[in-house]
């Protein structure tokens, strides 16, 4: 991985229910200054599926998958790297289907991953919509060697939902001795098209339940469990007034279920749909943000 030119990037791109933030995904893929070899998009069970029409927004070569279950974004990406492995590109480019971005973001990542194109574990800068900034490490746009991907293996499917960038991004890869870096310049909007309204009970019961199994049998560590645990307690308490016993319960459940390592999908999950209205349009930022923008460096569950 020496040759530069030899180099090809794979935009890998994860979609469930969100045929609007697809495009306006693609679309910004396909504007970027340096635009990837090709895209792969899985479809992690949409309904209705997705055509291979709706990939056209990226006129070059693409590649559509799909996947009958919704595995959630654990499963999802283990799909998405295990098919790009076994494809001929150096990199991935990894994006969840509501990120956009900005026309000059993989110009960027490459700038710094080429001078160590096979240790290239590159994220983007990531503006939320109420316009803060953070360095997320998540599936938000980052940039990933082939080399790191066949060392340390592809997520957690198991997880299904929650914590699974975790272990995967902030530990296991990390761990296996490949340095996270931020890139400022880099930058995407991530519209959050699924956030919003009332939570379902099925995301207190994976959420308790991944970031227990993390801290008790990945990272052997108590960390900031504490204060996660207390905060997610709080908004099942207080974000909504009915039904709070209930939730209680299921995180409950969660944390027993974590604790004894029982994962893969053991609560029924609902349907997800992007929210109408949702940005739209080009990424026009007045800048890059700072280092020190707010969040900066800190992940939704790190611990």
């Not at 939570?199 to 970031?211: G, S």
């Given at each position: 991985m020496g040759d530069p030119a030899r180099q090809r990037i794979l935009a890998v791109v994860l979609t469930h229910n969100a045929p609007d933030s697809l495009r306006r995904c693609l679309e910004a893929i396909a504007a970027q200054t340096l635009v990837p070899d090709a895209v792969l998009v899985v479809d992690n069970a949409s309904?209705?599926?997705?055509?291979p029409a709706a990939?056209?927004?990226?006129?070059?070569?693409?590649?559509?998958?799909?996947?009958?279950?919704?595995?959630?974004?654990?499963g999802g990406y283990h799909q998405a790297l295990g098919r790009f492995v076994g494809l001929d590109f150096t990199h991935a480019w990894v994006l969840d289907d509501d990120i956009r971005p900005e026309p000059?973001?993989?110009?960027?990542?490459?700038?710094?991953?080429?001078?160590d194109p096979g240790?290239?574990?590159?994220?983007?800068?990531?503006?939320?919509?109420?316009?803060?900034?953070?360095n997320w490490p998540s599936w938000c746009g980052f940039l990933v060697s082939r080399q790191i991907v066949e060392r340390v293996g592809l997520p957690m499917a198991a997880l299904f939902w929650w914590a699974e960038d975790t272990e995967y991004l902030q530990w296991r890869i990390p761990e296996a001795?490949?340095?996270?870096?931020?890139?400022?310049?880099?930058?995407?909007?991530?519209?959050?098209?699924r956030q919003g309204g009332t939570?379902?009970?099925?995301?207190?019961?994976?959420?308790?339940?991944?970031?227990l199994y993390v801290h008790l049998h990945v990272k052997h560590r108590i960390g900031r469990y504490p204060g996660n645990l207390g905060r997610l307690m709080a908004r099942a308490v207080v974000r909504e007034r009915e039904g709070r016993l209930r939730r209680l319960g299921v995180i409950g459940r969660g944390l027993a279920d974590g604790a004894r390592g029982r994962l893969g999908i053991r609560y029924p999950v609902g349907t997800l749909?992007?929210?109408?209205?949702?940005?739209?349009?080009?990424?026009?930022?007045?800048?890059?943000?700072?280092?020190?923008a707010p969040g900066a460096g800190i992940g939704r569950d790190d611990a």
């Open positions: 309904q209705p599926p997705v055509e990939l056209t927004p990226f006129p070059g070569e693409h590649i559509l998958e799909r996947s009958e279950t919704n595995t959630g974004p654990a000059r973001c993989l110009e960027y990542l490459w700038e710094a991953a080429a001078g240790s290239a574990f590159v994220f983007p800068a990531s503006r939320a919509s109420d316009g803060t900034y953070g001795g490949f340095d996270r870096q931020f890139v400022p310049q880099a930058l995407v909007d991530h519209d959050a098209i939570v379902p009970l099925w995301k207190y019961y994976y959420e308790a339940r991944n970031m749909t992007e929210r109408t209205g949702a940005p739209g349009g080009p990424v026009r930022p007045g800048g890059a943000p700072p280092d020190s």
